[in-house]
């Protein structure tokens, strides 16, 4: 990538509670170029939301974060809370999973928009107003000048979300961290609020950073991919190539999982066994106790996320050779696999 | 998140851990220490009183601690020390029988509107806002008003209002209990109502009612030492701490170890049965 | 605000209660061993007084005629004549209202001052040596009876240091806040500890909620959070507890106006009961009552003033 915005060298997250050390986040490393949109995603407790929380810089209150975060050339790391919050909202915004919980429901929607531009802005109390009205128009809420003195529980799930992008987007930062924003809404409501970021994205030549555990969203929306397990990134590469060849066996598993062109009553496919606890890591390779290509090396030593091509990265010691997306070595799954045609993996 | 295992021997040694985890816990520790003792004191108050508490003694008149009167004496001359020993039966009484009956009371009437619902869950429901809508010394002193002072009254007039509160907290356990599962499997098994409610919805409802109970002793004693204080519930020459510290307040300025160390001892006490309560409440609630 | 339609439902709702009260307040006297009208009038009353009383409160009648009358009478203000006081028992009442108004408003605003502030440190502090001191030593001053409280500060901060006077109420606002501190701090004392607790869990609650951290990610600063973001949030239930421990307050309002020899309404209650004046003592139950019953009315109009989510309902 020629001059990425955002530059993620070896980042580390570790909890403590009650005692016990989790080690969220793994020697974590990825790119994102302007105006890109890249997809994390893995499975819930494979470090995707805390990857995002890092970077913001959100999750040192409650944990030790290490490595480097190289936003625009300067380590965001380094800064004091104080020179975060310029940062924060203003040239990097976030939004949340649940837009019910995540506004205030004592407060009304315009005043959650202006505060953000109060904050940030030298705008006066006019112009902030009209600002206001301008994003919630932006995102498509009609009327959008009536609906500034209403609350967040007048709105309904989908509306609720754009409200969020618009405070998120207020200020015009070069950089959206959305954390799993269509995971509680409606399937049809989905589709339209991922048009609507991408669109947004495409019009202000903002990168985002999507998290999800849906492979769909990845293939409808990204332009590179980056899959997660157990707090480390297992492959990363432009969407169109690791969807329709996957190289790593759990992104195999992953996309075995979603069913496509399955005749009915054929059983769903799942990849076998659980996460680990992030207590509880094994010594080498976390995926080695459920991979089919499992060796002695796997268990032994943990593999790196190495270049293997053109933008692609992978952390395995036994990559999958990919045919149209059909694992080749036997073992892989007993019943017919589904396999991604051109359309879907557009 | 966290891997799947197989628990191969469920209950004895979650049980056993659980109440190691209890005895750990320092507050929960020093609470029972604090009972344990005050239990003990109320028990067998003439072993640990130095003195015959009423023994009169006009020669000793509020003389000062010493080392013969450790809380030295009162406007008698009696022993104030061993006045507080033996106030520790009456107000130790006092926390069980204001409460206790109370609590049956309480627990019968709340699981029964609670399971049957219906008119009766609506009157009683009245009846709850109309006991809360008075404060609660007021209505305890207006019946003992009614009934006349002293301590058997008194436990009347608290347990007449008191029942309420267990009532509530009883019948909205016994609401959220019958959501569970397993009440809908004893009514599809056919068990007969009384069954249902005494022998599986009461057990898994009662634990909320204890903890309660554990707190409700404390503001008990509270209570019953104001009442004291007040002269509308033990009445002297009976040692109780509330009817002490009445009887110190005109010497207060002269001889104020009289109505202190009876309000320590009603603090401590009082702290005793929180921490037990708030031990409880840890211990018993579900973790996570 | 609340529209008047829910301002009209809520007392709606609170008739059939307030028919229980009376009815309790009426059967309270009738239980009392003995003719109720020698009880009523007093021992010393004439015969032709007592057959008034008989005739008024109609007590040859059946229950629920007397029931009637009582209530009646109540409703257009005749409470009854004191035995003690030798007046009607509105106007004792009356007389001795302001005081005890006073007391419990000054109560409460200490409660908040005390509590509030204390409750932010905790929460903030949450685990650490602040907490757990702020958190015991409320502990233990739940622990203690407001009499005691009530002797204690007396004793050292009124007799022994002379900072405050010793019993009465003074003269205008300024002496009322003087002379009242010491009693309003005793009955706060209690009611703070108890609205410190329950505002630190509120406030920790709302600092892990997701609004708070995407106002964090708002880049908004953390003062502002706390103001503008937690505060309010946090104070909805507490609000509704402050409410529900009114009738707390005035049992503690009852005690130490006797420590303090505060005149108030409840020291009247205390010398009614020694005096076995039951008129005056109906009368002062059912002002309570009334009291309490306006408290709980304005702590809903308030929270739904708060919260506009219940306001539309």
Same mark, same amino acid.
């Given at each position: 990538m020629s001059n990425p915005i955002l530059e993620v060298q070896g980042l580390s997250t570790t909890f403590h509670r009650g005692g016990v050390t989790l080690?969220?986040? %793994?020697?974590v490393s990825f790119n994102v170029g302007k105006g890109e949109v890249l997809g994390l995603v893995g499975e819930s407790g494979s470090g995707k939301s805390v990857t995002l929380r890092s970077v913001l810089g959100l999750a040192r209150r409650y944990g030790e974060v290490t490595g480097q975060v190289r936003w625009q050339g300067q380590?965001? $790391? *380094?800064?004091?809370e104080r020179e975060m919050r310029h940062i924060r909202g203003r040239e990097i915004a976030m939004i949340f999973q649940e837009p019910m919980t995540s506004?205030?429901?004592?407060?009304?929607v315009g005043r959650q928009l202006t505060e953000t531009l109060k904050a940030h802005t030298d705008l006066n109390r006019r112009a902030r107003k009209d600002r206001a009205i301008e994003m919630l128009d932006l995102v498509g809420i009609p009327a959008a000048a009536s609906r500034l003195?209403?609350?967040? +529980? =007048? #709105?309904s799930g989908g509306m609720r979300q754009r409200v969020m992008i618009a405070i998120a987007l207020a200020v015009g930062p070069q950089l959206l961290l959305a954390?799993? /924003?269509? $995971?509680?809404?409606d399937v049809t409501i989905q589709a339209q609020i991922l048009d609507l970021i991408l669109k947004l994205s495409q019009d202000m030549d903002m990168g985002v950073i999507l998290v999800t555990h849906d492979l769909g969203v990845v293939a409808q929306t990204c332009d590179r991919v980056a899959v997660m397990y157990a707090g480390r990134i297992v492959e990363q590469g432009a969407v169109r190539q690791v969807l329709k060849g996957p190289r790593h066996p759990y992104t195999v598993g992953l996309m075995q999982s979603v069913p496509e062109g399955v005749a009915p009553r054929t059983q769903l496919y799942s990849v076998p066994g659980t996460p680990p606890s992030l207590a509880a890591l094994p =010594?080498? @390779?976390?995926?080695a106790p459920r @991979?089919?290509?499992?060796?002695?090396a796997c268990a032994a030593k943990r593999p790196e996320l190495e270049?293997? *091509?053109?933008g692609r990265e992978l952390a395995c010691f036994h990559p999958v050779e990919a045919l149209d997306g059909v694992?080749?070595?036997?073992?892989? +799954?007993p019943a017919s696999s589904p396999h991604m045609t051109e359309e879907s993996a557009a | 998140m966290s891997e799947v295992t197989v628990?191969? $021997?469920?209950?004895a040694p979650k049980r056993m851990t659980r109440a190691r985890l209890a005895l750990a816990k320092p507050g929960f520790l020093l609470g029972c220490v604090i009972i344990g003792i005050s239990t003990l004191l109320a028990l067998f108050p003439q072993v640990f009183? /130095?003195?015959?508490?009423? #023994?009169?003694?006009?020669?000793?008149?509020? =003389?000062? /601690?010493?080392?013969? +009167?450790p809380f030295g004496t009162d406007s008698l001359g009696r022993d104030a020390f061993s006045r507080v020993i033996h106030a520790y039966s009456v107000n130790m009484q006092m926390a069980v029988l204001a409460t206790v009956f109370a609590l049956v009371i309480g627990v019968v009437v709340g699981a029964l509107v609670g399971y049957y619902r219906g008119i009766a869950d609506m009157i009683f429901g009245r009846v709850v806002d109309a006991v809360i809508t008075f404060p609660f010394l007021v209505l305890v002193i207006a019946v003992v008003a009614v009934l006349g002072p002293g301590l058997i009254n008194m436990y009347i007039a608290i347990t007449m209002v008191g029942w309420v509160y267990y009532a509530r907290l009883m019948r909205a356990e016994v609401i959220a209990q019958m959501g569970n599962d397993y009440a809908a499997a004893g009514l599809v098994m056919g068990y007969s109502d009384r069954r249902i409610i005494f022998r599986h919805l009461l057990p898994n409802a009662i634990t909320p009612v204890v903890i309660y109970w554990m707190t409700d002793m404390a503001l008990a004693i509270l209570l019953g030492s104001s009442l004291g204080y007040l002269g509308l519930g033990a009445q002297p020459p009976q040692a109780e701490w509330g009817v002490l510290i009445a009887e110190g307040r005109n010497f207060?300025?002269?001889?104020w170890w009289l109505s202190l160390m009876p309000g320590i001892a009603i603090v401590l006490t009082g702290l005793g049965f929180s921490l037990i309560g708030d031990g409880l409440a840890d211990l018993l609630r579900p973790r996570g | 605000m609340a529209s008047i339609q829910y301002i009209l439902k809520r007392l709606a709702l609170m008739v059939p209660t307030f028919f229980l009260v009376m009815v309790i307040i009426f059967l309270l006297v009738r239980f009392? /061993?003995?003719?109720p009208a020698i009880a009523i009038a *007093?021992? %010393?009353?004439s015969d032709a007084d007592l057959a008034a009383i008989r005739d008024r409160l109609g007590l040859n009648e059946p229950m629920w005629v007397q029931f009637w009358l009582f209530l009646t009478n109540t409703l257009q203000g005749d409470l009854g004549r004191s035995i003690?006081? %030798? $007046?009607e028992v509105v106007d004792v009442i009356f007389d001795r209202l302001p005081t005890t108004a006073f007391l419990t408003l000054y109560a409460v605003g200490l409660s908040i001052a005390i509590a509030g502030p204390l409750a932010f440190v905790a929460a903030l502090n949450r685990g650490r040596w602040p907490d757990n001191l702020i958190r015991t030593v409320f502990q233990v001053g739940l622990s203690m009876p407001v009499f005691y409280i009530g002797l204690v500060l007396l004793t050292?901060? *009124?007799?022994?240091? %002379?900072w405050f006077p010793v019993g009465g109420s003074g003269e205008g606002f300024w002496s009322h806040m003087y002379h009242l501190f010491l009693p309003s701090v005793t009955v706060a004392l209690y009611t703070s500890a108890i609205i410190m607790r329950n505002l630190r869990s509120a406030i920790i609650e709302v600092l892990d909620a997701e609004y708070v951290q995407f106002a964090r990610a708002k880049g908004l600063p953390d003062r502002l959070i706390l103001g503008r973001h937690v505060l309010r949030n946090a104070l909805i239930s507490t609000v509704t507890l402050l409410g529900l421990s009114i009738g707390n307050l005035m049992s503690g309002t009852l005690v130490t106006e006797t420590v303090f020899a505060v005149p108030g309404l409840g020291r009247l209650m205390l010398e009614a009961i020694f005096a076995r004046d039951y008129p005056l003592i109906q009368g002062l139950t059912l002002t309570f009552a009334v009291l309490v019953s306006l408290v709980f009315l304005l702590t809903d109009l308030f929270q739904s003033s708060l919260d506009p989510r219940m306001r539309l309902s």
């Open positions: 080690p969220a986040l %793994r020697d380590d965001l $790391t *380094g800064l004091s506004l205030n429901p004592l407060l009304t003195s209403d609350y967040p +529980h =007048q #709105f954390d799993e /924003p269509t $995971t509680a809404l =010594q080498g @390779c976390a995926f @991979c089919a290509f499992v060796s002695a270049s293997v *091509g053109e694992a080749s070595k036997a073992g892989a +799954h | 628990n191969s $021997t469920p209950n009183a /130095p003195y015959d508490p009423n #023994f009169i003694d006009y020669l000793a008149v509020r =003389q000062p /601690p010493s080392w013969a +009167h207060i300025t002269t001889a | 009392l /061993p003995g003719d *007093g021992d %010393r009353a003690l006081m %030798r $007046t050292f901060l *009124g007799a022994q240091l %002379r």
